[in-house]
């Protein structure tokens, strides 16, 4: 059974950094791809950023280009999220999400339970 943990959220100024973790454990799959994603209250969750487990090969949101960074620590079974450069507008409850295979879209079907980012003006 696939379980994703998050952690890492808080409270930040704009401007600042958070570092999210998303331990795994149960994933089995050969290929797979792993995620971040974010909702606020009264939207449609929205996709962060993405990486392939087995090359490494990332994708992201455009509103995140160039001050959010994922990355994996295969050893440790953890994914990561550098979140430089807070915006107020980034506030949201932040989620981990696992899938199988590639990450050819933003299709996941396993969830973490999420951690809250708030970041004030």
């Known amino acids: 059974q696939v379980q994703l943990v998050e952690s890492g959220g808080g409270s930040v100024q704009s401007g600042g950094s958070l570092r999210l973790s998303c331990v795994a454990s149960g994933v089995t799959w050969r290929r797979n791809c792993m995620g971040w994603f974010r909702q606020v209250p009264g939207k449609e969750r929205e996709g962060v950023a993405s990486i392939d487990r087995r090359d490494d090969d990332t994708k992201y949101a455009e509103s995140v280009k160039g001050r959010f960074t994922i990355s994996q620590d295969n050893a440790k079974n953890t994914l990561y999220l550098q979140m430089n450069s807070l915006k107020p507008e980034d506030t949201a409850m932040y989620y981990c999400?696992?899938?199988?295979?590639?990450?050819?879209?933003?299709?996941?079907?396993?969830w973490g339970q999420g951690t809250q980012v708030i970041v004030s003006s």
């Open positions: 999400a696992a899938r199988e295979f590639t990450c050819s879209d933003w299709t996941y079907i396993y």
